[in-house]
């Protein structure tokens, strides 16, 4: 890949830096594929009537076995890939910060693969307690991901680039999303190898088709990659120089934990993280219960909101970077206008869909798509609390915030289990999402009132001393890079 970085001129051209881009949103979105596609899966796997309002049409039932799972134990299977998602945040920054993001990576991409291959054969002989065993056995894998690829794209985003480069790799897990719910019906209806085992080797061999690319192509660090340019190294490393100093910090636990402020964006992410996974996990089978839609189409309704999510998103960006450069708001009440905007708005809407019945299947659908697209505004809202409150340990702080969201996605699956395990009727459903609805205004009164999204007071003497001991190195001095400064700057100015 040639690379035209030309520092001096401020022209930035495609290098290394894009194809970390690229190949972390491709990884991202294969593990989401193996996350999600179990939630369309199970519909077809489980034949019974008892439990089941909706027929499976077409040929969706393959020729695989088929189990007489409830739906609590349905909902305990798709909820147990987070028990070890969850247990390994922590661990995972600690394993990371010791071998470094690019091979941790790996190795949760590819064993999650691995296992993607053989769940179905396992899963026919051994039932309910393989398929559980396997799922968590997945979670456990991919709860290296986040924390890898967080730590690795720090060496390689320069900070003016760093919304941008990460923001697109990160909707590697919308991409995912959507290709899980829309390819998994349709493979399943194409009745081939058994019909439900196909997305699982599908999106196993793409774990190990992407694995050859990213072994090759990216290193842990700019200036050890075999074919970048100089000008390229020099360009990132040399921006990145006061955000990563020589010897690594230990981690402040009792400042941390003495924060206000971090506890309050840990209770956000699991009260937003609620009505996330309900949607994520859940509204498949509420489409197949109640809405009666067949799988092949249920894949394509449950994608839709990802995919409109995807473009909002990006629309997002672009209003508040607007904005933000017009002066016409500060950057901490930004931060609550998004957040409230996803919290109120997503809990207006959940409630409307609580009380409307299978005759509006229409109005139910836009209703979900205008759902997802706003849980989109909190990636500009109190999802960007690990660089505004702790620059320096964003990396600790992302894996406690993301093992927050997690137990969510533990919890949720269940409750939702317990409110339609005697049956899946409207009624049941109406109770999940009048709770789903409660917990997110309640996320949004909490952060729009007590949120303040500034850096801590102990870490802006941090950043002062370091700056005093880089200013006292005239050397270091001279070769500083300026947009290091801006953005510290901004982060600590903008946000008083």
Not at 62 to 83: H, M, R, V
Not at 136 to 141: E, M, N, P
Not at 264 to 283: A, E, F, K, P, Q
Not at 385 to 394: E, G, H, T
Request: charged share 10%.
């Amino acid at each position: 890949m040639s690379t035209c970085c030309d520092v001096a001129s401020g022209r930035l051209c495609l290098g290394y830096r894009h194809c970390v881009m690229f190949l972390g949103l491709c990884g991202l979105a294969i593990c989401y594929i193996m996350r999600i596609s179990p939630a369309i899966t199970i519909i077809s796997m489980v034949d019974n009537k008892e439990y089941r309002s909706a027929k499976i049409t077409g040929n969706n039932s393959g020729s695989a076995k088929k189990f007489d799972w409830t739906p609590l134990e349905q909902n305990a299977i798709l909820s147990s890939f987070f028990y070890s998602y969850f247990l390994m945040q922590l661990p995972a920054g600690w394993v990371t910060q010791h071998i470094g993001g690019k091979w941790t990576f790996a190795t949760g991409v590819s064993f999650c693969g691995l296992i993607a291959i053989v769940l179905p054969r396992l899963v026919e002989l051994g039932g309910f307690t393989a398929f559980l065993l396997l799922r968590i056995s997945q979670g456990f894998f991919q709860g290296m991901c986040y924390p890898s690829i967080h730590r690795l794209t720090g060496y390689w985003y320069p900070p003016r680039e760093y919304s941008c480069l990460s923001g697109i790799m990160h909707s590697g897990y919308i991409v995912g999303t959507v290709l899980a719910l829309v390819c998994s019906g349709y493979l399943i209806d194409a009745n081939q190898l058994g019909g439900w085992p196909l997305p699982f080797y599908v999106s196993g061999i793409l774990a190990f088709v992407w694995l050859p690319a990213w072994s090759i192509l990216i290193t842990e660090v700019p200036h050890s990659h075999p074919w970048i340019s100089p000008e390229e190294v020099q360009y990132i490393e040399g921006s990145l120089r006061d955000i990563h100093p020589p010897r690594p910090r230990p981690i402040p636990w009792r400042r941390l934990a003495a924060s206000g402020q971090v506890w309050l964006i840990m209770v956000c992410y699991v009260l937003d993280g609620w009505s996330n996974y309900t949607l994520l996990v859940c509204v498949p089978q509420f489409i197949h219960d109640v809405l009666g839609v067949p799988i092949s189409e249920n894949g394509v309704l449950s994608a839709l909101p990802y995919m409109m999510a995807l473009i909002f998103m990006y629309l997002l960006t672009a209003i508040d970077g607007f904005i933000l450069r017009r002066g016409w708001i500060s950057m901490p009440n930004a931060r609550k206008l998004w957040s409230g905007l996803s919290a109120f708005g997503k809990s207006i809407l959940l409630l409307t869909i609580a009380y409307l019945d299978a005759s509006h299947k229409t109005a139910i659908i836009i209703l979900l798509v205008l759902n997802v697209m706003l849980s989109s505004a909190t990636l500009l809202g109190f999802n960007l609390a690990d660089l505004d409150l702790a620059p320096a340990y964003a990396g600790f702080l992302f894996s406690v915030f993301n093992a927050c969201s997690t137990f969510s996605g533990i919890v949720a699956p269940l409750v939702v289990g317990v409110f339609t395990s005697n049956y899946p009727t409207p009624t049941a459903w109406r109770n999940v999402f009048v709770l789903a609805s409660a917990i997110s205004c309640l996320c949004g009164i909490l952060f729009v009132l007590f949120g303040r999204q500034a850096p801590l007071s102990w870490t802006r003497l941090e950043y002062t001393q370091r700056r005093r001991n880089s200013n006292s190195d005239p050397v270091h001095s001279a070769e500083s890079d300026q947009s290091t400064s801006d953005v510290h700057t901004r982060l600590l100015e903008d946000n008083s």
